[in-house]
């Protein structure tokens, strides 16, 4: 398994609360590994077409005063939800939000991305918002989601427990290598959750798949962290989400592979039920190989 060893990690904000959650899980995330968190904050402003020479000189001059006081209002807003011990910078700058992220994702060599979804509710799922939804779409590094669900104060100084769900159909996929290099950083258990249709749920097959689950487990992740396996039956994707309410994990990992653009799902439907319904923070881990084909 490659090691998860992120150095820069990209925060995009928009001064609400769910962003200040996302920073203060990028400093979960970050201090283990020392990484350098930037804090981003896109704003975008067109002159009307109508609008004189004058005019445009005038508003120019107010958006460049404007923007000063943006600069120091981010700067002030990251340093109330980032601790002293961690490192990072905040960068201001104008443009649509999706081209903004992925041209500071260049710009800087990020390795991460966390940053809050706006679910709405009153729908029959909660949904993560356009430049969130692009970002999951076309983002080759991992990203880590922060839903409304989750209150800046609730998240910890310290990863104590991290979920990974275990699909043993599949190999471990590189979320595991990631959780494995959290919970051996932080010292965090960590738990691998498989759950079995309803249809399959047998005494007798139950323990079957508890050993295929102790199996499936890579020889050398025992002796790098702990481990507890556990096994459910039912809906996968609202088993998976009802473990998480449950058990509140510090963070839950998924291996995530995007289905076509052209679909209206982001992703296969037990990934995509935990990324828009988990009440923790979950760090998809994207692949791209056989996008076409994911489940």
């Not at 993560?128 to 590094?141: I, K, P, Y």
């Amino acid at each position: 398994m490659t090691p998860f060893n992120p150095k820069r990690i990209l925060c995009p904000v928009d001064f609400s609360e769910t962003s200040a959650a996302a920073l203060r899980v990028a400093a979960l995330v970050a201090r283990p590994f020392d990484a350098e968190v930037v804090v981003l904050h896109a704003q975008s402003f067109e002159v009307p077409l109508y609008f004189t020479a004058a005019q445009t000189q005038s508003l120019e001059t107010q958006l460049r005063k404007g923007a000063k006081a943006a600069r120091a209002y981010l700067h002030e807003y990251a340093a109330k939800q980032l601790p002293t011990d961690i490192r990072w910078i905040s960068v201001l700058t104008e443009g649509d939000p999706v081209t903004v992220i992925f041209r500071e994702i260049r710009n800087f060599k990020v390795d991460l991305v966390t940053m809050g979804t706006h679910g709405r509710t009153g729908l029959s799922r909660l949904r993560l918002g356009s430049v969130m939804e692009s970002v999951l779409r076309q983002a080759e590094m991992p990203v880590v989601t922060v839903g409304p669900r989750i209150h800046p104060a609730a998240v910890p100084d310290t990863l104590k427990r991290i979920l990974y769900l275990v699909d043993l159909k599949d190999a471990a996929g590189p979320g595991l290598a990631h959780a494995a290099s959290l919970a051996e950083r932080t010292g965090a258990e960590l738990v691998l959750l498989h759950v079995v249709s309803a249809g399959a749920s047998s005494a007798a097959r139950l323990g079957d798949i508890r050993q295929q689950l102790c199996d499936w487990v890579p020889p050398d992740l025992p002796g790098r962290c702990s481990i507890q396996e556990s096994v459910r039956t039912g809906d996968p994707a609202a088993q998976a989400v009802a473990y998480i309410e449950e058990s509140r994990p510090d963070l839950v990992v998924v291996d995530a592979r995007p289905r076509s653009v052209l679909s209206s799902i982001l992703f296969g439907s037990t990934t995509e039920a935990v990324i828009r319904n988990s009440p923790r923070p979950v760090l998809s881990v994207i692949s791209r190989v056989h996008d076409q084909g994911a489940a």
